[in-house]
């Protein structure tokens, strides 16, 4: 048995959320992770800028 279009756009609607929901978790977690880095970096003296030349050298 195929899905009727109307269970098929029911299905997409839903993926559509929980990828959505996902990428907002994602998003969240990413700037709760850079947070975290900025108060390390302010603790320690250590500036963005000094890291990032670390990482190139």
Do not use: C, W
């Amino acid at each position: 048995n195929r899905p009727s279009g109307s269970r098929l756009q029911k299905e997409e609607e839903e993926f559509d959320l929980k990828r959505k929901n996902l990428k907002a978790q994602h998003t969240e977690r990413e700037t709760e992770r850079e947070k975290k880095r900025d108060e390390m970096r302010k603790k320690y003296g250590i500036n963005k800028d000094d890291t990032d030349d670390a990482l190139v050298n």
